[in-house]
Structure formats: C-alpha cells, structure tokens
C-alpha cells in the first residue's frame, strides 16, 4: 500500500523496533507490523480511541542520541523529534512536546482519559446463533399429529421419541425457529444424538459472566467411555462459588458441585467453549464478540476475570500469551492503559486506572551515540496511538497521519 498523497508529516521524530504498539491481536512489536495493520489511535482533539490502519511505515538508520522517559508506568525510547502529547495541571487542553524538550519544563500529565467507540447492549444470547452443528429437541404437550400439522410447510422434524418430543437439524430450526418455539413447551439443544440436552438462550449479562468464567477457570474434558464431554469451571473461593451457583440456577443449567469447583455435561457446550476461548490454558483467548460489546458488559467481563485469575492487588495472570494481549486491548476498551510483564512463563496484567505523569527531571534521560533503526508510521485519520516498550503504555504522537 502506497502512502496517501494527502498525508501530512507531524514529526521527523522516529521509535525504536522494540516499542509495541496495542493492534486488534494485542500489542506487537513495530518492527513486527504491516501496512494495514489495524492499531488503536486517539483523535487528541474529542478523546476518542478508534482501530485505524497503518497506511505507511518508514525505516531509517539514525546516528545520535535517543530520549530515554522511564518510569513505573512508562518506557519510551525516541529520537528527539519525536511528540509527546500531555497536558497539564491547570489545562486539560492537549498539547505536545517534542522528546528533546522535555526539559523545558518539569511535570507533564499524561492523557489518561479517553473513550471508544460505544458497542452493543446485548440482552440476550442464542448460542444456535454461534454454532451449526446441533440437534434442537421439542417437547410438546399437546398430540404429535397436532403439532405436526401446525409445523410450517417444509420444517421436517428428523426424528421423534417419547421423552424428548420431535428433533431437528440445525438448519431447519434456525429456518424455522420462531414458529417451532412457539408450538413446543420447552426447546433444548444437543450435539446430537444421546447426548445431554441443554438450554441455548440466556441473559447477556449473565453469558458475559459465564464466558468469563470459562476463560479463567474453565476446561473440557473429553472421555473415550462416554458419549458427552465434561465443562468444568474450578473454584474454592466461597464467595465466588456462590456465584457461579447462582449464575448457573438462572442459566437453568443443571451441573454437579464438588469441593474443587462445578462441573456439566455437554458435548455441544465443550465444542462451542473451545471454538470461542480456546481448548488449554495455554491457549485461552476471549471471544470476538466481546469487542462489539457495550462498555458496561466489557467492565463486567473484566471484572470476572479479576475475579478468576486476579489477586487484591489488580494482578491478572495468565500463561496464554494470546489471552494476555486480549486482557491488554480489554483494558484500552474500557479506557485503563495495558501494563503488563512475562516471567517465569506466566504473563502479569496490571489493571488499574492511574493519572500517570511524567518528572522531567527524575524520568528522563539522554542516551548518547546509538546506532541503530529508527521506524515512522503514517496512521489514518488519528495523530496518536497506544504505545510504549517493556509492557509500558502510553499515548504518544506519530510522524504522519494520511
């Protein structure tokens, strides 16, 4: 992709390739980064935070001395033209500095207040409408000729039995789905044949919780000797075991309570978690759908994760590497700037909401004589994006926007 002719230079600044920027896959290297890859910029101007693609990225050899800011919240390593956008105690108005001035004065406050763009309230959910492959299973009270003949013309059931009323494919129920609801008493679904039927329309809140909980403490197990996989969500906590009880009452899913945690069988259920969140720890992530949830059910959704895998000090940890750059666009979401750090094969998100600042004086400092490959980036439409280096973010400025 060519860059725009219409794009107009901010900077002759430039970052290192180890700077990462936040994308739609969580934070990546610069130097790891395509033309029209999507990163999260800020209109500096109304404070909202949108997905904007790279339309240019620029590679020079650079000679000379970097501006090192380091603090517990920032790392940033720049050429001296580079632009730093802050504002400060009295004036909330946006300005920038370039990093060689910096010392020009002493306090600068970073932008620590933005918003995105608001997503969906999702009130309720119907799992059939995630997944293709399933029986859904009518129970009717009234005599099967009478049911069968209010069916639709076209809408054949597959089968029938005495428990369960009449059966259908996926296809014919999603085709026919109001009219079969409104005939039948009750409607489950199930993978198909001998395995556990379960209900398939929930509250959004309460799915977002459910989801939450699988991604922290959730597993499937699949058993050579049974036709249906197991879901488990480990937990010993008291006070969250009280709601995970009470979150599976009014799901309506029945399942078995131990002293580790609860646990359900469904082989359609075990499909379908793994297709959204993933089948090990190691490879947990959150579902697609979160990002066109509304802010409240991305807060409540973080919150449960807190909850799962958090400690009292606002520590997430997780051992997928994906799940950690999620949790660190979930953060940007709901307008907290991702931290994060990796050792000992666990990823540490700290989540928190701090006015984060930057002491000329104390935090920034000259290195001198590198050589070494400086990159520019031309993003579209926005002059800012999330951006920093050892798992420390801030707001910085870029070189042009197209």
């Known amino acids: 992709m060519q860059e725009s002719p219409h794009a107009v230079e901010l900077t002759a600044g430039g970052i290192t390739g180890d700077t990462e920027l936040v994308t739609a896959a969580g934070p990546t290297a610069v130097a790891n980064l395509d033309i ?42 720049l050429h001296p033209n580079q632009r730093l956008p802050y504002r400060t105690g009295s004036i909330s108005r946006t300005r920038f500095q370039r990093a060689g001035d910096l010392d020009d004065r002493e306090l600068y406050h970073f932008l620590n207040q933005w918003q995105t763009v608001p997503g969906d309230d999702i009130e309720t959910v119907d799992i059939t409408d995630l997944c293709s492959d399933f029986e859904a299973c009518a129970t009717i009270d009234s005599h099967g000729h009478t049911f069968r003949a209010a069916l639709p013309e076209g809408c054949e059931p597959t089968g029938r039995n005495g428990w369960t009323g009449y059966h259908f494919d996926a296809e014919t129920f999603k085709r026919y789905q109001g009219e079969i609801e409104s005939l039948a008493t009750d409607v489950t679904v199930r993978a198909r044949k001998n395995t556990r039927r379960r209900p398939y329309r929930f509250d959004g809140d309460d799915f977002v919780r459910f989801i939450g909980w699988f991604v ?33 009452n009014r799901m309506g899913i029945d399942c078995s309570i131990s002293e580790s945690g609860f646990s359900f069988g469904s082989t359609l259920y075990a499909d379908l978690l793994e297709e959204l969140c993933g089948a090990s720890s190691q490879s947990k992530r959150l579902p697609d759908f979160v990002w066109g949830l509304n802010d409240g059910q991305q807060k409540l959704l973080l919150s449960v994760l807190m909850d799962g895998d958090g400690n009292d000090w606002g520590v997430y940890y997780t051992s997928s590497r994906q799940l950690a750059g999620d949790v660190a666009r979930l953060c940007l979401k709901v307008g907290i700037k991702p931290r994060y750090n990796h050792r000992d094969g666990m990823w540490e998100l700290y989540i928190g909401e701090v006015n984060d600042r930057l002491t000329a ?29 050892n798992g420390k973010f801030q707001w910085v400025g870029i070189s042009a926007v197209s």
């Not at 949108?50 to 940033?76: M, N």
């Not at 004086?361 to 920093?388: F, H, I, N, P």
């Open 216 to 248: 922290t403490e959730g597993s499937t197990t699949w058993r050579t000797d049974r036709d249906t996989a197991v879901v488990s969500i480990a937990q010993k906590t008291d006070e969250h075991r009280t709601q995970l009880r009470e979150l599976f």
């Open 361 to 389: 004086s104390k935090q920034v400092s000259t290195r001198e004589d590198e050589d070494r490959a400086l990159y520019r980036l031309t993003v579209d439409d926005y002059s800012v994006v999330m951006m920093g280096r």
């Open 36 to 77: 029209g890859t999507r990163v999260y910029a800020l209109n500096p101007t109304t404070g909202l935070a949108k997905l904007k693609p790279i339309t240019k990225i620029e590679t020079f050899d650079y000679q000379g001395s970097l501006i090192h800011a380091e603090a517990r919240r920032v790392d940033l390593l």
